[in-house]
Structures are given as structure tokens and as C-alpha cells.
């Protein structure tokens, strides 16, 4: 097809159809370089575009409509309230522009698919979205990428299957948002915006080798999700490289450097399982647990450094129960690990090096089992019980802590239970240390 043949054509490349109207209601079409009208329907049709094939459309209406089974190939959908709008079947789209849109560049409606390639959506003004997924909908996007001011790149409520390969995300508000069904992203890079990057409310979501660069939050998600990871690396957050809200999930090999003011990884009243996690820098908690269930193994602490006094814990754990081991905690401004407000904490075969106030702390009702930790050159004591605070240390080494091996404070019903101690400095006689086992200062 060529929008610049005389009329009458056969569609033969001496005579090319003018226009799609008169071009066969079904099979393949191959355009010429140039500019066509927007605003079609395709059915059951393949278009194949030579290079500089735009199709242009007026804001008022979409630029391409399909149903049934349709394949585009490079083609630059301009203008229109919508790029491409799956209204039904099946589309598959191969190196398509979208740009100029007043609206979604491109919308998967209800039990339609789509599945869309080696592709770029450029917004021009800002709060659409990028890619509008409605419920039932099935998509995938490889090799994407999504540029500009979207609301939303990708903007999803109850798909039936969402699956994201090799996108790249860069200025959108927000990165992916996920509201209900299913989704997975594998190798997806979101930089540049100031909401979430990744955000899921009562939705499944699979995460694998995700980088978030910026945004307020890495990872956001909502009440009822559901989280598989095993790769993601969020760098510089706002307020928090993952916050987790009533959300269940197993979490691998993630990553969260220079967080901003609430917390590297925060959890509240979730169930989280979390293997294989590195916190670097941060002005605030490293992690802050809040009426969670937390089962964290092998994790490993570089600061965080706050200017206020009351932050720079590394982990905290508030309420709730926490199972910690292969904890290495190093450099931290405030506590190394802090129980409080009744939570039920152990700690096994951990490390806690330079901490600015205190290694070990438990406070107010918490109760902390450590078995097999190191305390080693904090500015306070290696373990410090507060009000009513409750901590059973068995073989417990620590060395050249400014301020001795444990302080508590009896008069606000704080109790030590010692059974195995070795370091430099005994812990002081006190009427709620008891000790059991044999101590072992001096070495």
C-alpha cells in the first residue's frame, strides 16, 4: 500500500492499493514510506511498514484499533486519545513508536492480548499512563522502552497474566503499578520518578533482576500482596527501598543503597522471609519491623549514618517476631540490633562492629534470644536492657566497647540472663543479671 499510488490500484508493487479501505478486509499489507490517516480498525490483518510509516490521528479517537488476530510492524503511531487500543484476540507488534498521545499510548482491554516488542512509547504531556492493562487482559512486553512524564509506564488492575522482559522505564511517576492479578518482571530497569518505582496492592508479583534508580519508594506495595523475589536493587529512595504493608512474600538477594527518611527495608504488619539482603548507607533505620513476622538469614549492614540521634539503628524490630541469623551489622550511627514495644526476637551467629550506641538493645516488654553474636567496638555498652526489656545471651563474645559488656537498668524491671560470655571487660554484678554458665574475661 502506498498513500501516494493513483486510485484503482491492485496491490501489486506496480500498482499498490491508496488507502487500507481498498486494500482486502483480511491478510497481509505491506505499506511505502509515509504519512496515513489514523483512527482504523484492524481485523484479522497484518501490517508490515517499510521505513517512516506514520500513521497520524486526531486527538479525539485512538490511532489503531484491533481485533481478532493482528500483527503491526514498524510503524510510528502519532497523536490520538489512544496509540493502540487491543480491543479484542490477538496483537502482536513488532518496532512501534508511540508518541503524541492524549491519553494511554497503548490499552489491553478486558480477555484481549497482547504481546509487544522491541518497542518505545515517548510521552508528550504528562498523567497518562504509558500502557493500560485492564482486567482479564493478557500482555507482555519485551524489550520496551517508556520515556517521559507518564503517570503510569505501566498501569495494571487485575490481569489475567502480565509478564515484562528487558524494559526499560525512564521519568514516569511511577514505574509499574500493579492493583489485583498476576504479574512478573524480569530484567526491568525504572529510573528517574518521583513516586513509587514498583507498586502492587492485592496482586501476585514476580520480581527478577529489578533495578529502581530514584523514586520515593523501590518497592511499594499495598494490603494483600504477594511477593516472589530474587533480584532487585533499589539506589537511592526517597523515604524507603522497600516498604512492605500487609504483604506475605519470600525475598532473595536484594539490595538497597542510600535510602532516604524512613528506612533501607520497612515491614508493616507483614510476613516476610528475606534471604540474602545488603543495606549500604542510608539516613535512617536500615530496617524497621513493625508487627511483622520476619525470618531474615544471611544480611549484611554498612551504616546507616543519621544526623539525628534517635535513627541510625540498623535493624529495628517493633512488635511482632523476628528470627535473625548471619546478621553482619558494621558502621551504624545508632543501635546495631534494637527489640521494643513486646516483639519476640533471636539472633544467632551474627556480628555487630562500630556501632554508635549500643550493639545489642531491648526495650519495653521485648524479649531478645542472642546466641553466638559478636559485639565489638560500639560507643556504648555491647548490650544495653531497658524498660522491662528482657535478653537471654548465650556464649556472647565482645570486645572494646567503650562502655562495658552490658548495661541494664533494674530500676525500670530490665533482666539478663548470661550463659557463656567471653571478652575483654565482665559484665558488673547487678540484681537482674543472672548468670549462668561460666564467664570468661580476659580473652
Avoid at 210 to 216: I, N, P, Q
Wanted: charge should be neutral; aromatic fraction near 4%.
Amino acid at each position: 500500500m502506498d498513500g501516494s499510488a493513483a486510485p484503482g490500484g491492485d496491490g501489486s508493487a506496480a500498482h499498490p492499493f491508496r488507502t487500507l479501505a481498498a486494500a482486502p478486509g483480511k491478510g497481509r499489507v505491506r505499506l511505502a514510506t509515509g504519512v496515513y490517516p489514523g483512527g482504523l480498525l484492524l481485523e484479522d490483518v497484518e501490517l508490515v511498514a517499510g521505513k517512516a510509516v506514520v500513521f497520524a490521528a486526531p486527538a479525539g479517537s485512538p490511532c489503531v484499533r484491533t481485533r481478532g488476530t493482528v500483527r503491526l510492524q514498524g510503524l510510528h503511531l502519532q497523536g490520538g486519545s489512544a496509540g493502540l487500543v487491543v480491543e479484542s484476540g490477538r496483537t502482536k507488534a513488532e518496532d512501534i513508536a508511540f508518541s503524541g498521545q492524549r491519553g494511554p499510548a497503548v490499552e489491553v482491554q478486558s480477555s484481549a492480548e497482547l504481546v509487544l516488542s522491541g518497542s518505545t512509547l515517548q510521552a508528550s504531556v504528562s498523567g497518562f499512563p504509558g500502557v493500560r492493562v485492564l482486567p482479564g487482559a493478557r500482555v507482555e512486553l519485551r524489550t520496551v522502552r517508556i520515556r517521559g512524564p507518564f503517570q503510569r509506564a505501566v498501569d495494571a488492575a487485575g490481569p489475567a497474566a502480565l509478564r515484562l522482559s528487558g524494559v526499560k522505564v525512564q521519568d514516569a511517576v511511577t514505574g509499574f503499578w500493579l492493583s489485583g492479578g498476576a504479574a512478573s518482571l524480569e530484567s526491568v530497569e525504572v529510573s528517574g520518578g518521583r513516586g513509587p518505582g514498583l507498586y502492587v496492592a492485592g496482586g501476585a508479583l514476580q520480581l527478577r533482576q529489578v533495578t529502581v534508580s530514584g523514586h520515593e519508594y523501590g518497592l511499594l506495595s499495598g494490603g494483600d500482596a504477594t511477593l516472589d523475589v530474587r533480584g532487585f536493587d533499589s539506589t537511592g529512595a526517597e523515604r524507603a527501598g522497600v516498604a512492605l504493608v500487609r504483604t506475605r512474600g519470600v525475598l532473595e538477594k536484594v539490595r538497597v543503597e542510600s535510602a532516604g527518611s524512613l528506612a533501607g527495608v520497612q515491614l508493616v504488619s507483614s510476613e516476610v522471609r528475606i534471604h540474602g539482603l545488603e543495606l549500604v548507607g542510608g539516613r535512617s533505620s536500615g530496617l524497621l519491623s513493625r508487627s511483622s513476622q520476619l525470618t531474615l538469614e544471611d544480611a549484611t549492614f554498612v551504616g546507616p549514618r543519621a544526623q539525628d540521634p534517635i535513627d541510625g539503628d540498623a535493624v529495628q524490630i517493633r512488635a511482632g517476631r523476628a528470627s535473625l541469623a548471619r546478621l553482619r551489622i558494621q558502621d551504624c550511627s545508632g543501635i546495631g540490633l534494637l527489640a521494643a514495644e513486646g516483639a519476640t526476637v533471636t539472633v544467632a551467629r551474627s556480628s555487630v562492629r562500630r556501632a554508635g550506641v549500643a550493639g545489642l538493645s531491648v526495650e519495653t516488654e521485648a524479649r531478645l534470644t542472642a546466641t553466638e553474636v559478636l559485639v565489638e567496638g560500639t560507643q556504648g555498652p555491647a548490650v544495653l536492657v531497658d524498660a522491662r526489656g528482657t535478653a537471654e545471651l548465650h556464649a556472647l563474645t565482645a570486645r572494646a566497647n567503650r562502655d562495658g559488656a552490658v548495661w541494664a537498668e533494674c530500676s525500670k524491671g530490665a533482666q539478663v540472663v548470661i550463659d557463656g560470655w567471653t571478652g575483654d571487660v565482665a559484665p558488673a554484678a547487678a540484681a537482674c543479671i543472672r548468670e549462668s554458665g561460666r564467664l570468661s574475661p580476659g580473652r
